[in-house]
């Protein structure tokens, strides 16, 4: 029996709004276990990266969680003071953006943001931490270590800074960690290092990570297990191999079908016709109906749950 | 084709009329650009109808009941609600024809000085080089030179008249807006957009007009609501300095500067108009911060 | 496997061709000690797009792409070399016939939000290459703009709309009407579809690709994704810092890469299926600075291959199989002539 470090229930965030309250996610159920990668996949305004900050704690002041449960390691996190939450950040879960520059403070050194956190949360001398931080940089593949920790954020490339910032991440070795976007500023070939890295450092440790992303090649390398998020709520999950394999939900298969293949040349490509639905405006019964080539009156009329198909392979569809 | 122009036009109005009420709305939410354009439509108004509304002539002297107190005070009366000065003159009068001078002072010389600002950054900004050089030197040694010192020479040479008193305070403040304007050219030259107008084959002058202008516009109308102040505020100082305007013309700055002496006495010869400066200043102010909102292109349907 | 593409072995018109482009970009740094570095953003390209066909260029950040498609468009002036687009040199035009020229030649730019002028409505945005070359006016403007809008899939009711109201996906629909109004013979995407959901990438490239059927149209495809690269060109050009490394056509580039860079670039790409998954074959390091190229070939710190001949000297752009262009000293090197055919080792013998 695989452990459930975070668990996830019914989860929904609403943002105030001058026009009042706009949900961006409705009612989002999943869980990571112990040492597996969880990867969220959707586009734009699937609401996949305020779920990830909902986990954090750290959305902006005008959104809040006002449903669901979100439980880690069974702590209640709806619950936990913002001390505790603090505590908990950067120690049990940490987590690295899309664009590592803006995540960095600017005017301090490498060097005192990595020490920083491990003499805040292991109350570690500066030696200590200097030494653990040379460690990490090494870790994450930075040559010159102990120059870089020297060195200020704009001095280094974007890969590096990515580097130095999965170096931060993990440096408190926390159980979870969240990456939202972590290659896609990247470019290809570093993104590939990226990878790698990150491949290489969960087989290390037996951290679990949650990727957040829209890039299904991505997903592919790295994740065990993938939810599909649209319009706010799961659509369909499974294992990675079995959702390559079979697909279930439109969205999913349309998502697929619209990537341009490296290997296999198509005149048109598959797309999905119209755009993401807005939050403030959301279609009635399953919110994907407006795109979806399956779409008849039952589908404007019910909205699916999320229902099994075989064994750790769930979809919202009606039709399949 | 009659009923796609008309569905268009529709569209049109429904589009106007939308974005109207929006920013009806938006005024109504905000409850500091409520007081700010309400304050700002009072002293204007006062100053339009200002000779209907006073109920003296504000050049009148009357020896008789000069320094009289306001009513609620001992030995004022209705007559003079907020007073007379020393040549009992009715304070209330003088504060209601001295927003004309105030206001108009104010406002053209923002105007003139927006209007050289606006196109000297233009041309800095957008052309650079050799032009950026010349006009940012020239704005720099106007910096360079104390503002009030710079006033005072000139006011004292030319002598002092309202119109010179505009152009002075036009004159040297258009500085501010060259700055403002060029930086923010320089950003916004730097868009797409441009790149794209660019490459469409339009000319220098529509780039400028349609492009660069409508997207520096916000910024550069919010600095000058909050400069109309300044402004007031300069012309208040010359006037107390005896360089702006002179008797039997009024303004607040002129009133302040003539009930100087006898604050210790008659404290109400110079707090009113003290009062009327300050209240008019905020509200022009709340008016800009409430603008620098609804400026922005990005109101949300 | 060593297959001409048909179309291209015979005559092709070309459109354009350039010739020894560079740009160079002076870089001042310190006010009271002023230093300058030149940056080599571009640094000396030759190749030939023909007409009706797209050419792909793509490349990571810093390779100087986006600098070469500003070059073509006349929107930056070369430091040195040619862009002959129908025999005139857009490079040594005067702003004038620059203008003129902007008819037939058109770009589509990356980021549908920034490239809109927020303050102004489709009509506007849509009708001004119109306007701006007299073209139209009045009802026959707004029956024009209605046309074009229609055509990349626009409803008339959006006409009085701004930018800000519509979405990712519309905005760049937008602006490729706006392109088109023109009825150019040329359009430089610039990471057209990059900024873009994968749902909406796979819309905008169905689009263009038919206008290009229907229109005739020729394209120069810059881009960093290399599946929509694939996807949408005809031939395909790699560049890294500043030089041209291979081009050809799309699929012996995908098939047969033969620059050590292609190789890892292709590799790199992370396939959607995780029956692929496998270990990368990483290349070391970092892309170098820009303002400071390495030595000799750009591309020997990071190259497995790398000798003391790439340190030393810069590989030619040869072509090395008809219509396969490649710049590397290791392809040429003896152990390799195996692979070169025959007129390639005459070439070299010389």
């Not at chain 3, 009045?138 to 229609?150: H, I, N, T």
Request: net charge neutral; aromatic share 8%; charged share 20%.
């Amino acid at each position: 029996m695989v452990e459930k470090l975070m668990n996830v229930k019914d989860l929904k965030v609403r943002f105030k709004t001058e026009d009042g309250h706009v949900s961006t996610v409705n009612g989002v159920t999943f869980n990571v276990n112990e040492g597996e990668t969880l990867a969220i996949v959707g586009e734009s305004g699937s609401g996949k990266s305020v779920t990830s900050l909902a986990l954090m704690g750290i959305l902006p002041p005008n959104g809040e969680v006002y449903e669901g449960e979100m439980t880690f390691n069974g702590k209640n996190l709806r619950t936990l003071s913002k001390k505790d939450y603090r505590a908990l950040r950067g120690n049990e879960i940490s987590m690295i953006f899309q664009e590592p520059m803006t995540a960095l403070n600017p005017v301090f050194t490498i060097g005192y943001q990595i020490r920083e956190t491990l003499i805040v949360h292991y109350k570690m001398t500066k030696e200590q931490a200097n030494i653990r931080g040379i460690e990490m940089l090494e870790l994450v593949g930075i040559p010159d270590a102990e120059k870089v920790m020297g060195r200020f954020p704009h001095q280094l490339s974007g890969g590096m800074r990515q580097r130095v910032m999965i170096a931060i991440a993990l440096s408190c070795n926390p159980r979870l960690l969240i990456a939202d976007e972590p290659t896609t500023a990247l470019d290809v070939t570093i993104q590939a290092q990226i990878l790698t890295l990150m491949r290489n450092l969960k087989e290390k440790s037996n951290t679990s990570i949650m990727i957040i992303t829209h890039d299904l090649g991505v997903v592919a390398e790295l994740a065990d297990r993938v939810i599909v998020m649209y319009a706010g709520e799961v659509v369909e999950e499974a294992s990675v191999f079995e959702l390559f394999k079979n697909p279930k939900h439109p969205y999913t298969k349309g998502l697929m079908a619209s990537i341009p293949k490296v290997h296999d040349v198509v005149d048109d490509l598959y797309s999905i016709e119209g755009t993401v639905p807005n939050p403030t405006n959301m279609p009635s019964g399953c919110k994907f109906h407006p795109r979806c080539p399956l779409a008849d009156v039952e589908c404007k009329r019910i909205h699916p749950d999320l229902e099994y198909v075989s064994e750790g392979h769930a979809k919202r569809c009606i039709k399949v | 084709m009659t009923s796609t122009i008309e569905r268009t036009a529709i569209a049109e109005n429904r589009n106007y009329g939308k974005r109207l009420g929006k920013l009806g709305k938006r005024l109504l939410k905000s409850k500091t650009g409520l007081v700010g354009l309400s304050i700002v439509l009072v002293v204007s108004l006062m100053a339009i109808f200002a000779p209907f509304i006073a109920m003296y002539d504000p050049a009148k002297t009357d020896v008789v009941h000069r320094l009289l107190p306001p009513f609620w005070a001992e030995g004022g009366n209705m007559d003079y609600p907020l007073g007379t000065d020393n040549l009992g003159r009715d304070v209330l009068s003088r504060i209601i024809y001295g927003s004309r001078i105030s206001l108009l002072v104010g406002i053209s010389s923002v105007i003139l000085a927006g209007i050289i600002g606006m196109f000297f950054g233009l041309i800095a900004g957008y052309y650079g080089k050799i032009w950026d050089f010349i006009i940012m030197r020239t704005v720099d040694s106007f910096l360079a030179i104390p503002n009030i010192l710079f006033m005072l020479i000139i006011l004292a040479v030319l002598g002092p008249s309202l119109t010179t008193l505009i152009l002075v305070l036009g004159g040297t403040s258009w500085v501010v807006y060259a700055r403002m304007v060029r930086s923010e050219t320089l950003s916004v030259k730097e868009r797409d957009y441009v790149r794209s107008a660019k490459a469409i084959g339009a000319k220098d002058f529509r780039i400028i007009t349609k492009y660069i202008l409508p997207n520096v516009i916000s910024s550069f109308i919010v600095i000058a609501t909050l400069n109309v102040a300044t402004t007031i505020i300069m012309e208040a100082s010359l006037s107390f300095l005896g360089l702006g305007i002179q008797s039997p013309d009024v303004s607040w700055g002129l009133m302040l500067s003539d009930g100087r002496q006898y604050v210790a006495t008659s404290w109400w010869v110079a707090t009113f108009p003290g009062i009327a400066i300050t209240v008019t200043v905020l509200g022009v102010i709340f008016l800009g911060d409430w603008l620098r909102d609804i400026l922005d292109p990005k109101i949300k349907d | 496997m060593i297959q001409l593409n048909e179309e291209l072995s015979t005559e092709e018109k070309v459109i354009i061709e350039v010739q020894n482009l560079k740009k160079h970009f002076d870089m001042t740094k310190g006010f009271v000690k002023k230093t300058t570095t030149k940056v080599r953003a571009v640094d000396g390209l030759n190749f030939k797009v023909y007409e009706g066909e797209t050419l792909g260029i793509v490349g990571e950040s810093g390779c100087g792409k986006s600098t070469t498609g500003q070059l073509i468009l006349g929107l930056l002036d070369a430091t040195e070399g040619h862009i002959y687009f129908k025999d005139k040199d857009i490079a040594g035009m005067s702003q004038e016939e620059l203008r003129k020229a902007r008819r037939d030649l058109q770009v589509i730019f990356q980021d549908p939000y920034s490239s809109l002028n927020p303050r102004m409505t489709v009509e506007e945005l849509i009708g001004e290459p119109l306007v701006v070359h007299g073209l139209a006016r009045g009802q026959a403007l707004r029956d024009e703009v209605m046309q074009l809008m229609k055509l990349v899939g626009l409803g008339e009711h959006q006409l009085k709309r701004f930018p800000h109201e519509f979405s990712g996906g519309q905005r760049q629909r937008i602006g490729i009407a706006r392109a088109l109004a023109l009825k150019p013979q040329v359009i430089v995407c610039d990471e057209a579809v990059s900024a873009l959901d994968v749902s909406i990438q796979a819309q905008i490239l169905n689009l263009l690709k038919k206008l290009q059927r229907e229109m005739g149209l020729t394209y120069i495809f810059i881009a960093h994704g290399l599946p929509a690269v694939r996807h949408i060109s005809d031939r395909i050009g790699v560049m890294y810092l500043g030089r041209m490394v291979e081009l050809a056509d799309r699929n012996e580039i995908f098939e047969r890469p033969l620059h050590p860079y292609t190789h890892a670039l292709l590799d790199s790409v992370p396939i959607p299926d995780p029956l692929f998954r496998k270990e990368h074959q990483l290349i070391e390091g970092e892309i170098p600075n820009p303002s400071n190229p390495p030595s000799g070939c750009h591309f020997h710190p990071r190259c497995p291959y790398a000798t003391d001949l790439c340190k030393q000297s810069d590989p030619d752009y040869l072509e090395v199989f008809p219509n396969h262009f490649v710049a590397c000293h290791y392809l040429l090197s003896d152990k390799n002539t195996n692979i070169l055919p025959e007129v390639m080792k005459t070439r070299k013998d010389k």
